[in-house]
Nanobody, 125 residues
Framework: QLQMAESGGGSMQAGGSLRLSCALS????????LAWFRQVPGKERDGVAT???????RYIGSVEGRFTISVDKAKNALNLQMNNLRSSDSAMYYC???????????????????WGQGTQVTVSS
């Protein structure tokens, strides 16, 4: 059974960097889509970045060029390097998994079957 656990969140001033990691327990590196979503209170959870088993990567426009999603198969981990942080990046960040790389959607949560508990990122201006 897959278990996902985020780490690396915290508080940071605008312009700083954070690296989020998601430990993947019980994960098999077959066909997959892995993603980072984020959510602020009162708003829907929305995608930030996705990566699939073909190493196809997608970002939302507001993080393009600042965030980098990657996988570390040796450590069974999904990572998100966040540079040049903005106050608008403040949110709870979740890692998530979809069993089909055809379902690697940035703006749809229904295709993702497993979620971590989230890690809070707070950026002050």
């Amino acid at each position: 059974q897959l278990q996902m656990a985020e780490s690396g969140g915290g508080s940071m001033q605008a312009g700083g960097s954070l690296r989020l990691s998601c430990a993947l327990s019980g994960f098999t590196w077959g066909r997959y889509c892995l993603a980072w979503f984020r959510q602020v209170p009162g708003k829907e959870r929305d995608g930030v970045a996705t990566i699939d088993d073909n190493n196809k990567i997608r970002y939302i426009g507001s993080v393009e060029g600042r965030f980098t999603i990657s996988v570390d198969k040796a450590k069974n981990a999904l990572n998100l390097q966040m540079n040049n942080l903005r106050s608008s990046d403040s949110a709870m960040y979740y890692c998530t998994y979809s069993p089909d790389n055809d379902w690697c959607y940035l703006h749809e949560t229904k295709y993702y079957t497993d979620w971590g508990q989230g890690t809070q990122v707070t950026v002050s201006s």
